[in-house]
């Protein structure tokens, strides 16, 4: 949590200024009692209208500077603690970025969204409302009690008694409902969880005449909510009406003390109900704390997230080297590359080796979960290897800066997504200087150019999460994307599954005659996506069971032919050739 | 349209009349009980004077107050209960409405909306509108009886001075008013660019990969910050202003107080009143405004609900599908299915689906083909009920679907998707959704049929094993395995597989084909279909181009045909 102090850089000021201004606000709050009993005891026997207009005067005074303080800290605790949210919020943005694959693996996506958003915003409100009245409180309550003491010592020990069992009360209520109402958020999380999956799953549920299921199940965990809300709600419920007695009560006792005090002579009455005045500004004060108080531990709670996320480092070291020599041998090369994710009991890839050359194309294929994705991955440095070494250009991919290294390879994930913007935007996402006709001829090889241009040209908009785009569409949007960036090393990971069989001959075709003649490694499921490969590499289970070219497998390679049988087995492989 | 709102909210309540009632009673009574306390303060005060103190008096007003004191806060306690459950119980129904009508709505509703829409309508919609209520209850009520009980007491004293407290107290409403007004539209603005900022942080988190994967971490961050800065500047705006409303009531609560000070005073040197008696007025004072101040911020809170109600009922409004009760169901299901010249389409502005025929016997095989995005899912949506036909009829064995129940209809279905959906539970939960009664040994065959087995047995609990939401933990060809073992399991006479094994992986697929060949055995099936061998083993193929069919035939006659089909065929292994 400490870690969050230094967002607080450029608003410091504004952070001690806030309860500062708030602290003057209450002492003079803490007057006006004074000033009423000084009514009471001189001005009103003695009939001095001049005195009680002057000291209403006070009264007036007192208020107008009490407002001008308020406001100050308002403006600064506003400041402050926007500017700390911001500065936070940026912080945590380019953190999250700097992350490596696996670290966000770990946190999960929606998660850091979740830091990002509601999060900072909980501990926004929770700041603010800390840095004005967190302070005011303890010192109206405090202040109320030092006052008494001035006043009279005997009455105010009752002050002495009560501050604490109210403490007790309003802290012990509330620190006895935060762990209920954390329940009823995970029963409110159980009854979200059932309606998403009502609507995600409305074809399944349906089609399996779940549907009074559903609702039983709903219901129960809608019911099971309501009773965790009502039983927060009756305890929370008693916290006003026992502070209220506890409050009277202290109230009673003093007007009692006061009336034997005044009677020795040691006390007036202005001074009981200047007592008396002191008494209801810390009920009114407690309230108010009580209904504060619950909105901390939830900020709290929510900083202490964001800050655990800023506290994951990234494991993965950046390289220094920023120049790549395209002119040695193999671009592309796996030296007995060896992959176990962290926490991981077995490897997902085992001793794989390769060499590409500038132009020539690797086909990956193999069953799911076998590791092709994690083959792919390596290349770009999505993950280090935890054996061998992968080459790029001659060089270990460490010794590379990580901008430097990814510059010259296009990458196209398995699971892509395009952004909200224009095709255009897309499209230079990663080629920021690219032009209107690199982005065409980026189109019409990855055969998206068609339906582009019928959609209006590179000033489509696409829509968030792609929604107005096929899946087909936004995997050769996505081709595209890394098309244009000319790159010398093009990896497509199982990129284009949703197109159908002609598209892809044609987008195979097309990633052949590119210009700039990279260097390809094709993942696939498909035996016809690869099977022109100049090489094709046999996975199973994280090993490699072969590699060569397609008629070279279908020879010596079982597992190959298995996976041919399979897919063309209806054209007997006489449909290849 | 407000006001409808309104009503439905006092329909809503209507059952809980008593209860109602009885918070209105509990809130008076406690009110009027607690504002009585400081007059009983002022006149035990009143006899705590220099020139003898009358003990017996005091202790005899302090004792009474002490007793209504409890008495006040029982009621008060009991009156907090009843709010509380009167507000969560009416929350309670009115989402399990809302969760009832999700369940009957039409598909096309569902897939009209945005998911996080309908959502955000049943959960935080919900509990705006409890929040709003609740305060409504415990505020609006007493607040009102506050006003109204303080200003007759202060009237029972001093009806001058009570006079100028009165008038002058609702200044801090208007004060209160004012600043709200100016501030809506800077937190309109707020939520706008927190909205933006969202659309980004979704965008550049939840595409982490492809940031770093095209370099783009630097712009990214920019981008963000100036989004973040644009945030600032407003939400600093918008909190300090808001927060002007707190200090200004109570500058005004001050000059009030200075005034009830000095006439006060005045009165109490004229003989007017006593000393006690300004002390209960001074109290009062204090107390006024509060609920002023109070009321005005339930009203907003409260209009918030009613915004909330009213995308609730909304939701709970929207008509569901036409109800099948009482039609028949479907008889003995052998597989004949008939489609005739059916017409369809999903906005009437674009016609999709024409004049379309079809007749399948019991145990044919339909292979639906087409590019990519050709509608093949619409002829799904038809035959499940999804949605209905705009003309024509679709039958099976000669009894038009919609005249028999949907339950009956899909029943009669094994339906398994493109985008696999699991339920969070376990593997065991997910595979019997069809069939809630299946043994263990009825389970693990299916599973063994559909080579699923394998792998359940080597997640940590087996069959046991809890499926996170989503499906989360599990590979796409997993989640696929389980959704075959779904329907392996529950042998409905006809299947409705769309591209169902094209995330499987090679060999496994091979298996699956097998098992699948076992389960389609006898069975009318309809298959969307990118698998070559799927295709050409198929007794009719249809081919879909644009969302309309455009041929139908077996491979043979469609190849000499040399028409759409031929050429997609073509295309497949051309280089």
Redo the contacts between chains.
């Keep these: 949590m400490k870690n969050l102090l230094k967002y607080f850089r450029g608003y410091g000021k504004e952070a001690l200024c806030a309860p500062f201004f708030k602290i003057l606000e209450a002492a003079f709050e803490l007057l006006?009692p004074f000033v009423?009993a000084a009514?009471?005891d001189r001005?009103?026997p003695s009939?001095d209208?001049v005195y009680?207009?002057r000291?209403?005067?006070v009264?007036?005074l007192?208020?107008?500077v009490?407002?001008a303080t308020?406001?100050a800290a308002?403006?600064f605790?506003?400041?402050g603690?926007?500017?700390f949210c911001?500065n936070l919020?940026?912080a945590l943005?380019?953190h999250?970025?700097?992350?490596g694959?696996s670290e966000?693996d770990l946190l999960g996506?929606s998660s850091?969204?979740t830091r990002?958003?509601s999060d900072i915003?909980t501990v926004?409100s929770g700041l603010?409302m800390t840095l004005?009245l967190m302070m005011r409180s303890p010192i109206i309550v405090f202040g109320a009690m030092i006052m008494a003491f001035t006043i009279d010592f005997r009455s105010a020990l009752i002050f002495l008694v009560t501050i604490p069992v109210l403490t007790v009360i309003v802290v012990g209520i509330t620190l006895f409902c935060i762990p209920l109402y954390d329940d009823v958020q995970k029963k409110?999380e159980k009854?979200?969880?059932?309606?998403?999956?009502?609507?995600?799953?409305?074809?399944?549920?349906?089609?399996?005449?779940?549907?009074e299921?559903?609702?039983e199940k709903?219901?129960q965990r809608?019911?099971s909510?309501?009773r965790e809300?009502?039983r927060v709600?009756?305890i929370s419920?008693?916290m006003?009406?026992?502070t209220?007695?506890i409050i009277?009560?202290a109230?009673?006792l003093l007007?009692?003390r006061?009336?034997l005090e005044?009677?020795s002579g040691a006390l007036t009455?202005?001074m009981?109900?200047a007592l008396?005045?002191y008494m209801?500004q810390i009920l009114?004060e407690l309230i108010k704390l009580a209904n504060l108080i619950i909105s901390i531990p939830k900020s709290l709670a929510c900083a202490k997230r964001v800050s655990s996320v800023l506290s994951v480092r990234p494991e993965m070291q950046n390289g220094s080297d920023k120049t790549v020599d395209f002119g040695t041998e193999y671009a592309l090369e796996y030296v007995g590359c060896g992959l176990r994710y962290s926490g991981a009991a077995e490897d997902s890839l085992e001793n794989i080796s390769f060499k590409l050359k500038q132009g020539e194309t690797l086909g990956v294929?193999?069953?799911?979960?076998?590791g092709k994705s994690s083959l792919a991955a390596l290349a770009?440095r999505?993950y280090d290897c935890t054996s061998g070494e992968v080459r790029v250009y001659g060089k270990n991919v460490r010794d590379y800066d990580?901008?430097t290294l990814?510059?010259a390879?296009g990458?196209v994930?398995q699971k892509?997504?395009l952004?909200?913007g224009t095709v255009r935007d897309n499209l230079s996402?990663?080629a920021?200087n690219a032009d209107d006709s690199d982005m065409i001829n980026a189109l019409k090889s990855a055969q998206a150019w068609d339906f582009v241009s019928e959609k209006g040209g590179l000033d489509f908009e696409i829509s968030?999460g792609s929604s107005n785009l096929?899946?087909?569409?936004t995997q050769r949007l996505c081709i595209a994307?890394a098309l244009v960036?000319k790159p010398k090393i093009l990896i497509l990971d199982d990129s284009s599954?949703?197109?159908?069989?002609?598209?892809e001959?044609?987008l195979r075709?097309a990633i052949s005659k590119l210009e700039g003649n990279p260097a390809a490694v094709i993942v696939s499921?498909r035996?016809?996506t690869v099977m022109?490969c100049d090489r094709i590499l046999v996975l199973e289970d994280g090993r490699c069971e072969g590699l060569g070219t397609h008629d070279q497998l279908l020879k010596t390679c079982a597992?190959y032919r298995?996976?041919c049988?399979?897919?063309?087995?209806?054209?007997e492989g006489g449909?290849?050739s | 349209m407000k006001k409808k709102t309104l009503l439905r909210v006092a329909a809503l309540l209507k059952n809980r009349s008593a209860q109602l009632l009885a918070s209105i009673l509990l809130a008076a009574a406690s009110v009027m009980l607690?504002l009585y306390?400081p007059i009983l303060?002022g006149k035990?005060?009143d006899?705590?004077?220099?020139e003898g103190?009358n003990?017996s008096a005091?202790?005899s007003f302090?004792s009474r107050?002490?007793a209504i004191?409890?008495v006040?806060?029982?009621l008060?306690?009991i009156m907090?209960?009843i709010?509380?459950?009167v507000v969560?119980?009416t929350?309670?129904t009115v989402?399990?409405q809302a969760?009832?009508n999700?369940?009957?709505l039409p598909?096309r509703y569902?897939d009209g909306h945005a998911?996080g829409d309908?959502?955000s309508r049943?959960?935080s919609d919900a509990?705006q509108f409890a929040d709003g209520l609740l305060l409504g209850f415990s505020q609006f009520f007493t607040g009102i009886v506050t006003i109204f009980t303080t200003l007759g007491f202060m009237l029972s004293i001093a009806p001058g001075v009570a006079a100028v407290a009165a008038l002058l107290t609702p200044l801090s409403i208007f004060v209160a008013k004012f600043i709200a007004s100016n501030t809506h539209s800077l937190f309109k603005k707020q939520s706008e660019i927190?909205g933006e900022?969202?659309?980004l942080?979704?965008?550049?988190?939840?595409?982490?990969?492809?940031?770093?994967?095209?370099?783009?971490?630097a712009?990214?961050?920019k981008r963000?910050?100036k989004v973040?800065?644009e945030?600032?500047t407003t939400?600093?705006r918008a909190?300090?202003i808001s927060?002007?409303v707190?200090?200004?009531t109570?500058?005004v609560n001050?000059?009030v107080?200075?005034?009830v000070?000095?006439v006060g005073?005045?009165a109490?040197?004229a003989g007017e009143m006593t000393?006690g008696g300004?002390?209960a007025i001074?109290?009062y004072a204090?107390q006024y405004a509060k609920p002023f101040n109070e009321i005005s911020g339930v009203v907003t809170e409260l209009q918030n609900a009613i915004v909330c109600a009213k995308r609730l009922f909304e939701l709970i409004d929207e008509p569901p599908e036409p109800s099948d009760e009482g039609l028949p169901s479907l008889p003995e299901i052998s597989g004949n299915v008939g489609i005739r010249s059916v017409c369809f389409s999903y906005s009437p502005d674009k016609p999709l689906i024409r004049n379309f025929d079809l007749n399948v016997r019991p145990g044919q095989r339909v292979a639906i083909v087409?590019?990519?995005?050709c509608g093949k899912t619409t002829l799904i949506n038809l035959l499940?009920r999804?949605y209905d036909v705009d003309s024509g009829e679709i039958t099976v064995e000669g009894e038009n679907i919609a005249g028999v129940t949907?339950?009956s209809l899909?029943?009669g279905?094994g339906?398994v998707?493109q985008d696999t959906?699991l339920?969070?539970g376990t593997i065991r939960d997910n595979i019997v959704?069809?069939k809630?009664d299946a043994t263990d040994e009825e389970i693990v065959s299916a599973a063994k049929a559909t080579h699923a087995h394998s792998f359940i047995r080597r997640l940590p609990q087996g069959y046991d094993t809890p499926v996170g939401?989503?499906g989360g933990n599990l590979?796409?060809?997993?989640k696929q395995l389980l959704c075959i073992t779904?329907v392996m399991l529950?042998t409905p006479p006809m299947l409705i597989l769309d591209e169902a094994t094209?995330?499987?992986?090679?060999?496994?697929?091979?298996r699956v084909?097998r098992a699948f060949e076992k389960l389609m055995k006898d069975k009318t099936s309809f298959i969307v279909a990118?698998?070559?061998?799927t295709?050409?083993?198929a007794d009719l193929i249809l081919v879909m181009k644009n969302g309309n069919v455009v041929e139908q035939g077996t491979h043979a006659e469609l190849m000499k045909k040399g028409g759409f089909y031929a050429?997609?065929y073509n295309?497949?292994?051309?280089?």
């Design positions: 006006v009423v009514i009471i001005g009103v009939g209208k009680i207009v000291m209403c005067g009264l007036v007192l208020g107008t009490g407002l308020t406001l308002q403006y605790a506003a400041k603690a926007v500017g911001t919020r940026q943005f380019d999250i970025q700097s992350l694959f966000r996506s850091m969204i990002l958003t915003n926004q603010n004005r409110l009854v979200l969880l059932s309606v998403k999956e009502n609507l995600v799953g409305a074809r399944v549920i349906r089609a399996f005449c779940k549907e299921q559903e609702t709903f219901s809608n019911d909510l309501c809300q009502k709600g009756k419920a008693a006003n009406p026992l209220f007695v009277n009560l109230i009673i007007i009692y006061g009336a005044v009677e009455q202005g009981v109900i008396y005045n209801s009114v294929i193999g069953p799911t979960g076998c770009p999505f990580l901008d990814r510059g390879i990458f994930f892509n997504r952004f909200s996402f990663g920021e968030q096929s899946g087909g569409q994307r960036r599954s949703a197109l159908d069989y002609a598209t001959a044609r075709s499921q035996v016809s022109h597992e298995e996976i049988e399979s897919q063309l087995r209806a054209s449909a290849a | 607690s306390i303060f035990a005060i006899e705590i004077v220099a103190i003990f005091i202790f302090l107050a002490g004191i409890l006040s806060a029982l008060q306690w907090g209960a709010n509380n459950r969560f119980e929350v309670r989402r399990q969760f009832e999700i369940e009957r598909l569902i998911y309908l959502l049943v959960i509990d927190r900022q969202t659309a942080i979704d965008e550049m988190v939840g595409g982490a990969s492809v940031v770093a994967a095209y370099g783009y971490r712009r990214a961050s963000f910050e973040n800065r945030l600032e939400t600093r909190t300090f927060s002007l707190n200090p200004c109570r500058f001050a000059l107080y200075a005034a000070c000095l005073a005045m109490v040197i000393v300004l002390s001074l109290s204090t087409g590019p990519t995005g499940m999804f949907r339950k899909r029943r279905f339906m998707l959906w339920c969070s959704m069809g809630p939401e989503g590979s796409a060809g997993q779904r529950s094209s995330s499987i992986d090679a060999k496994t697929e091979l084909q990118h698998r070559l061998s295709i050409m083993s050429e997609l295309s497949q292994f051309a280089h």
